[in-house]
């Protein structure tokens, strides 16, 4: 399996951004795909999750209703659509996939990780 994160980037507050991560390597019907940062000398923190089949999303107080998780079958590809961005999300952004269910709202639940893509947020 691989993961491919991109679309960070520099933007002012207020401004939005669209990550996209693009999936290989097999199917992946029945998975959980999540993103997470990570901000400078903090743990990774869970955003938003999505069960590829089905679509059903989940996410994280500090992003709920600011941000958008999303895929697209055809293209294998998950998305992250950030809008309303605070300087406070600034982080360097993951995607990662899971085959189980469980503790997908914590890093240890998953499998497979991207590279991870930057976020900064100016003030």
């Known amino acids: 399996v691989q993961l491919q994160a991109s679309g960070g980037g520099l933007v002012q507050a207020g401004g939005s951004l669209r990550l996209s991560c693009a999936a290989s390597?097999?199917?992946?019907?029945?998975?959980?795909m999540g993103w997470f940062r990570q901000a400078p000398g903090k743990e990774r923190e869970f955003i938003a999750r999505?069960?590829?089949?089905?679509?059903?999303?989940y996410y994280s107080d500090s992003v709920k209703g600011r941000f958008t998780i999303s895929r697209d079958n055809a293209k294998n590809t998950v998305y992250l659509q950030m809008n309303s961005l605070k300087p406070e999300d600034t982080a360097v952004y993951y995607c990662?996939?899971?085959?189980?269910?469980?503790?997908?709202?914590?890093?240890?639940?998953?499998?497979?990780w991207g590279q991870g893509t930057q976020v900064t947020v100016s003030s």
């Open positions: 390597g097999r199917t992946f019907s029945g998975y959980t």
């Open positions: 999505i069960v590829w089949s089905g679509g059903r999303t």
């Open positions: 990662a996939a899971s085959d189980s269910p469980y503790r997908t709202n914590y890093a240890t639940g998953y499998d497979y």
